[in-house]
Nanobody, 124 residues
Framework: QAPLVESGGGSVQAGGSLTLSCFTSGRALAGYGMAWFRQAAGKEREFVAAIDWTGRKTDYVESVRDRFTISKDNAKNTGYLQMNSLEPEDTAVYFC?????????????????WGRGTQVTVPG
């Protein structure tokens, strides 16, 4: 089983909302920084959002700032990505990643644990 398990993807009309979840199987989320990346068909994986291990600092790619919110609930060992005002350009497979005592980092290579991804589709 992958160390992280994403859920909540699906197809939604433009302007709609989805909330992605990332469950940390087998490890406590407290002490881990988390991030969401996405990969559209034929494109490279790109950074979307990150939250540091304390939960106090976040970072976003400019294209989703003010539309997406990253958070984590240590008690539930689950991270979240709330996505509002979705656009066709948001269509991609979304991956969550985690690293112990991580900052709100935007580079994929800085993360040790990854999920297998969940598909988000926003028809044009």
């Amino acid at each position: 089983q992958a160390p992280l398990v994403e859920s909540g993807g699906g197809s939604v009309q433009a302007g709609g909302s989805l909330t992605l979840s990332c469950f940390t199987s087998g490890r406590a989320l407290a002490g881990y920084g988390m991030a969401w990346f996405r990969q559209a068909a034929g494109k490279e994986r790109e950074f979307v959002a990150a939250i540091d291990w304390t939960g106090r600092k976040t970072d976003y790619v400019e294209s989703v700032r003010d539309r997406f919110t990253i958070s984590k609930d240590n008690a539930k060992n689950t991270g979240y990505l709330q996505m509002n005002s979705l656009e066709p350009e948001d269509t991609a497979v979304y991956f969550c990643a985690a690293v112990r005592f991580g900052g709100a980092w935007s580079t994929a290579g800085q993360y040790d644990y990854w999920g297998r991804g969940t598909q988000v589709t926003v028809p044009g």
